[in-house]
């Protein structure tokens, strides 16, 4: 584990932490800022969108920047337009068209397929193969880039936790599900609106993305300057 990299991630639990506490305070204190916060290309929303086209860009610049061009970069950049198309709907907020629709579900978004299999493995009481096959995904997910790191760096991980490329795309897929947990409806409150959170949950996983950019490249230039 290499101390100066675990700053980063530091630092964006604290930005994390302070951004949901203000937003959460504002809300509460001043419930007619909802409208400002959560509806369709809400400040929440527009910054979610920005930091997802921060780190796409950041990825790509630091792919052709890197010495022995990690594609693993590339990858995360690819992860934040994807991201960033998300967020503006696939452009229908600058371009109005008609979205495809499936079993009369509009897609104009990544997490509305998502929606779908909800609905699909709810109705037919599946959910728990539903968890099921989430937890092997992200498990898988969090293996395979052990292997990956490893061979890349030639290096063994034996806490995959500490490393900070590792620990940051945990952070990432956590602050996801609990956001699609939210958006899902498998998690709800009647006394408060828990669209607010997941909104700002999503932003935060764009500001992970950025940070997690920066972290991958600081591991590269690191470890090129020891081989």
């Known amino acids: 584990?290499?101390?100066?990299?675990?700053?980063?991630?530091?630092?964006?639990?604290?930005?994390?932490?302070?951004?949901?506490?203000?937003?959460?305070?504002?809300?509460?204190?001043?419930?007619?800022?909802e409208a400002y916060l959560v509806k369709e290309n809400s400040l929440i929303e527009n910054l979610s969108a920005i930091f997802f086209g921060i780190a796409s860009l950041t990825g790509f610049i630091f792919f052709f920047k890197s010495k022995n061009r990690s594609y693993g970069l590339l990858i995360l950049s690819a992860l934040g337009m994807l991201g960033f198309m998300d967020e503006i709907s696939f452009g229908k907020v600058f371009i109005s068209y008609e979205s495809p629709s499936i079993n009369n579900k509009t897609i104009d978004s990544i997490h509305d397929f998502l929606t779908i299999a909800y609905n699909f493995f709810k109705t037919n009481n599946l959910l728990p193969l539903l968890v099921f096959i989430f937890l092997l995904f992200t498990f898988t997910i969090l293996y395979l880039?052990?292997?990956?790191?490893?061979?890349?760096?030639?290096?063994?991980?034996?806490?995959?936790?500490?490393?900070?490329?590792?620990?940051?795309?945990?952070?990432?897929?956590?602050?996801?599900?609990?956001?699609?947990?939210?958006?899902?409806?498998?998690?709800?409150s009647s006394n408060f609106n828990l669209a607010i959170l997941e909104e700002s949950l999503e932003m935060n996983a764009g500001l992970a993305l950025v940070f997690l950019t920066f972290i991958v490249r600081d591991e590269i230039k690191y470890r090129n300057t020891i081989n």
């Not at 506490?21 to 800022?33: C, E, G, K, N």
């Open 145 to 188: 880039l052990k292997k990956k790191i490893s061979k890349k760096f030639n290096t063994e991980i034996k806490k995959p936790m500490g490393n900070p490329i590792i620990r940051m795309v945990f952070i990432i897929i956590f602050i996801i599900a609990i956001s699609q947990l939210i958006d899902l409806g498998a998690v709800k």
């Open 1 to 33: 584990m290499i101390p100066k990299l675990t700053k980063k991630t530091h630092n964006f639990l604290i930005l994390f932490g302070v951004n949901i506490a203000i937003i959460l305070i504002v809300y509460i204190l001043f419930p007619s800022t």
